[in-house]
């Protein structure tokens, strides 16, 4: 799964997680993802409620269908999410402790992101290759326990970050290959806890660069 690989290495996620001994619940839900010819395990680094973490190198809406009958799964990693819609992404928000979304070639849209947007324990998402337009980014901004993001080759522009500016626990971002500029990212400045920022490929100059460091002199800003 190098793709998978790739996923991790962007979000800032270790390859290998902290593992532990799963106790019956969690054995049903790691069953239920070697049944879906994924892998499963244990990782202590999410909380206690729901440290079942699924790794699948494709799915569908059966999919997520099927995963969401096993409240003990914190985090969900796809590899290639393209066969998701709206009606899979609804169904998670039966996972009453999501925490990590990882869709590679997400291809999520405006509604399907209102979906996943209501899923309000999600501390880390990642949706690569969405396709967000910048209204649709409302449907993040009432995830306010994000501390990671990532809209890699996204298509969405200036306009959208005003969606982000409330998401004051949020300490990476990854808007790389986006449309943004320098006006658009000036409104991250509200957000102060963030540690890192992506901006390769996009719009925006040097001079914004400087000028949001000044901002935000505790981040790192790759450009």
């Not at 593992?19 to 239920?32: N, Y």
């Amino acid at each position: 799964m190098a793709r998978y690989l790739l996923i991790l290495t962007l979000v800032g996620f270790a390859v290998a997680p902290a593992l532990a001994q799963p106790d019956p619940l969690e054995k049903e839900a790691i069953e239920a993802a070697l049944k879906l010819k994924g892998k499963a395990a244990v990782d202590i680094k999410l909380e206690e409620s729901a440290r079942v973490s699924v790794m699948l190198e494709s799915a569908t809406d059966d999919t997520l269908l099927t995963l969401c009958k096993q409240p003990c799964i914190g985090g969900i990693i796809i590899d290639d999410a393209s066969k998701c819609t709206e009606k899979g992404y609804v169904a998670l928000k039966e996972l009453p402790n999501l925490q990590k979304l990882i869709l590679g070639k997400s291809g999520v849209t405006d509604k399907a992101l209102a979906a996943i947007g209501s899923i309000r324990p999600i501390q880390l998402l990642y949706l690569g290759e969405a396709k967000i337009s910048d209204p649709g980014l409302v449907g993040i901004s009432k995830m306010k326990d994000l501390h990671t993001l990532d809209l890699y080759d996204s298509k969405i522009g200036d306009r959208g970050l005003i969606h982000l500016v409330g998401l004051l626990k949020l300490e990476e971002l990854n808007l790389s290959g986006t449309k943004v500029s320098d006006s658009g990212i000036e409104t991250l400045k509200t957000l102060v806890k963030l540690k890192l920022l992506r901006l390769n490929r996009t719009e925006v100059t040097r001079a914004g660069v400087s000028k949001l460091e000044a901002e935000l002199p505790k981040a790192t800003i790759r450009w």
